[in-house]
């Protein structure tokens, strides 16, 4: 699922918060709080002191954000305990995680889970586990993981991406590590098999930047070629086909990448020109590539003039 990450973008990013947070002056009145949520004192000082938000993450009904001071707060949908802070209640403003001690330096979210990392290269995961996304060896939703939990045996983690039901970690190693859903092989390790522990990307170092689609996953490698794997069905590896790949494979074509991206079943690199390529699904233009057929192959996005 989607994050932004950077200083560059936190007038972007705040200004977003922001405008979601004053929709009762452009369009109409917004719903109120739950009395709980309104008569919170950390709800009411998030509102007031518009934290500088240095990460943010979106998953499919709930957002995450990484404060300056290595806190991360969460918002939107919690069914499953998604937003970390102790209970199953909906929140329409962010409150804050329970339980992350330290500094957090990256975060994502998944359709109903979310993963941090700490300081000290430690993975923290919470929410939905019915297909191990949580990574700690069990593969149930109950009773809820409505607070964060270590995810054992892994260190030395930089970042984290999640997909609609599994979480990927890049180690400082360069090597890639996953775990949950693995039925389209998004986890690749090549078995296909559910994950309730992380499981090493079979065959691939030297990795610099991680994102995952809903079931497929991609990773940039220091040489500047990208690599991918999982769900194939409308071409969101690039390899030419529609098969799903069980293990990394390389996206023909790019050798000069510098940033990639995935969306739901689509995907992105950005190249050492400023260029941007695209694969995967387009029924809605999606691409860019100005038509709206799906690719199998990166095509360039062009712009209108």
Same mark, same amino acid.
């Given at each position: 699922?989607?994050?932004?990450?950077? $200083?560059?973008?936190?007038? %972007?990013?705040?200004?977003?918060?922001?405008?979601?947070?004053?929709?009762?002056?452009?369009?109409?009145?917004?719903?109120?709080?739950?009395?709980?949520?309104?008569?919170?004192?950390?709800?009411?000082? &998030?509102?007031?002191? $518009?934290?500088?938000?240095?990460?943010?993450? &979106?998953?499919?009904?709930?957002?995450?954000?990484?404060?300056?001071?290595?806190?991360?707060?969460?918002?939107?949908?919690?069914?499953?305990?998604?937003?970390?802070?102790?209970?199953?209640?909906?929140?329409? $403003?962010?409150? !804050?995680?329970?339980?992350?001690?330290?500094?957090?330096?990256? =975060?994502?979210?998944?359709?109903?889970?979310?993963?941090?990392? !700490?300081?000290?290269?430690?993975?923290?995961?919470?929410?939905?586990?019915?297909?191990?996304?949580?990574?700690?060896?069990?593969?149930?939703?109950?009773?809820?993981?409505?607070?964060?939990?270590?995810?054992?045996?892994?260190?030395?983690?930089?970042?984290?991406? $999640?997909?609609?039901?599994?979480?990927?970690?890049? !180690?400082?190693?360069?090597?890639?590590?996953?775990?949950?859903?693995?039925?389209?092989?998004?986890?690749?390790?090549?078995?296909?098999?559910?994950?309730?522990?992380?499981?090493? /990307?079979?065959? %691939?170092?030297?990795?610099? &930047? =991680?994102?995952?689609?809903?079931?497929?996953?991609?990773?940039?490698?220091?040489?500047?070629?990208?690599?991918? *794997?999982?769900?194939?069905?409308?071409?969101?590896?690039?390899?030419? %086909?529609?098969?799903?790949?069980?293990?990394?494979?390389?996206?023909?074509?790019? =050798?000069?990448?510098?940033? =990639?991206?995935?969306?739901?079943?689509?995907?992105?690199?950005?190249?050492?020109?400023? /260029?941007? *390529?695209? *694969?995967?699904?387009?029924?809605?233009?999606?691409?860019?590539?100005?038509?709206?057929?799906?690719?199998?192959?990166?095509?360039?996005?062009?712009?209108?003039?």
């Amino acid at each position: 699922m989607s994050a932004v990450r950077g $200083a560059g973008r936190n007038g %972007f990013v705040l200004g977003l918060v922001l405008c979601l947070g004053w929709l009762s002056g452009c369009a109409g009145p917004v719903a109120p709080a739950p009395a709980e949520e309104a008569a919170d004192p950390v709800v009411a000082r &998030a509102a007031v002191t $518009a934290p500088t938000w240095t990460v943010v993450g &979106a998953g499919r009904l709930h957002s995450l954000g990484l404060h300056a001071d290595g806190a991360v707060w969460a918002w939107g949908r919690n069914r499953y305990g998604q937003l970390g802070n102790n209970t199953t209640t909906d929140r329409l $403003a962010p409150v !804050k995680v329970t339980g992350l001690t330290g500094v957090v330096v990256d =975060i994502a979210a998944g359709n109903e889970h979310s993963l941090a990392v !700490k300081s000290d290269g430690a993975v923290w995961t919470w929410g939905s586990n019915g297909l191990g996304q949580l990574g700690d060896g069990s593969s149930s939703n109950w009773p809820p993981r409505t607070t964060p939990g270590l995810v054992p045996g892994l260190g030395d983690v930089t970042s984290v991406a $999640a997909g609609n039901s599994h979480g990927v970690a890049l !180690k400082t190693d360069g090597t890639v590590w996953a775990w949950g859903d693995n039925y389209r092989g998004q986890l690749g390790d090549g078995s296909g098999s559910m994950g309730r522990s992380p499981v090493q /990307a079979l065959g %691939f170092t030297g990795g610099t &930047a =991680i994102s995952a689609g809903s079931a497929h996953t991609i990773a940039l490698q220091s040489d500047g070629t990208v690599w991918a *794997w999982g769900y194939n069905g409308n071409g969101q590896l690039g390899d030419g %086909f529609t098969d799903d790949q069980l293990a990394p494979a390389q996206v023909p074509g790019i =050798i000069d990448a510098t940033a =990639i991206a995935a969306g739901t079943y689509h995907s992105f690199a950005r190249r050492a020109s400023g /260029a941007v *390529w695209a *694969w995967g699904l387009n029924g809605e233009g999606q691409l860019g590539t100005g038509n709206a057929g799906y690719r199998v192959v990166p095509y360039q996005v062009s712009p209108t003039p």
